[in-house]
T-cell receptor, first 117, second 114 residues
Framework: EAGVAQSPRYKIIEKRQSVAFWCNPI?????LYWYQQILGQGPKLLIQFQNNGVVDDSQLPKDRFSAERLKGVDSTLKIQPAKLEDSAVYLC???????????????FGPGTRLTVL | AQSVTQLDSHVSVSEGTPVLLRCNYSSSYSPSLFWYVQHPNKGLQLLLK??????LVKGINGFEAEFKKSETSFHLTKPSAHMSDAAEYFCVVTRNTGGFKTIFGAGTRLFVKA
């Protein structure tokens, strides 16, 4: 079974530029998560999708971050414009559902390391 | 509200000695609890999870954790450390509120000395 795929693995940009990350979850997983992991900290949930609907985006900085999952499969996370403090690893995870309810075991991709100069 | 506290930011052990990584949680509801491991430049890997079945949970690579409701703890242990265990470990609490609310601890870096 293929795991969660993310690209790119590394990205370096200057502040005020835009950047986008892509995630393809495990086949059949209805729930998709984006996390931000700043160096030395635990991952922080940015947004959670179930199929193509948003379940939780309470910690997403909506003035500069956006995410979509239009067809309920792969997803894109965008930052526009980037700030220095956005330097972090962006992790994507997915989980399956049972009876329409998300199970709680999440499977993580390798992450995208973003450096903002 | 729920939270998770990993009591040690760094733990150092010698190879072959026991490992103890401590985690305390708080949750208004019956939580699910997890331990994940993150090796350098690798993705997070699930070690084990507790979901209100047995209080002693066995995971991969010889790790286990015990859920103690009275102490609100979920400490991770391993009888004998191996060099390959050196990594960052995260304690995670989730609860289903009509969509899971997931909170990670700050992490514990495990160092294993030869």
């Amino acid at each position: 079974e293929a795991g969660v795929a993310q690209s790119p693995r590394y990205k370096i940009i200057e502040k005020r530029q835009s950047v986008a990350f892509w995630c393809n979850p495990i086949s059949g997983h209805a729930t998709l998560y984006w996390y931000q992991q700043i160096l030395g900290q635990g991952p922080k949930l940015l947004i959670q999708f179930q199929n193509n609907g948003v379940v939780d985006d309470s910690q997403l900085p909506k003035d500069r971050f956006s995410a979509e999952r239009l067809k309920g499969v792969d997803s894109t996370l965008k930052i526009q414009p980037a700030k220095l403090e956005d330097s972090a690893v962006y992790l994507c995870a997915s989980s399956t559902t049972v009876g329409g309810v998300s199970t709680d075991t999440q499977y993580f991709g390798p992450g995208t390391r973003l450096t903002v100069l | 509200a729920q939270s998770v506290t990993q009591l040690d930011s760094h733990v150092s052990v010698s190879e072959g000695t026991p490992v103890l990584l401590r985690c305390n949680y708080s949750s208004s509801y019956s939580p699910s609890l997890f331990w994940y491991v993150q090796h350098p430049n690798k993705g997070l890997q699930l070690l084990l999870k507790y979901t209100s079945a047995a209080t002693l949970v066995k995971g991969i690579n010889g790790f286990e954790a015990e859920f103690k409701k009275s102490e609100t703890s979920f400490h991770l242990t391993k009888p004998s450390a191996h060099m390959s265990d050196a990594a960052e470990y995260f304690c995670v609490v989730t609860r289903n509120t009509g969509g899971f609310k997931t909170i990670f601890g700050a992490g514990t870096r495990l160092f294993v000395k030869a």
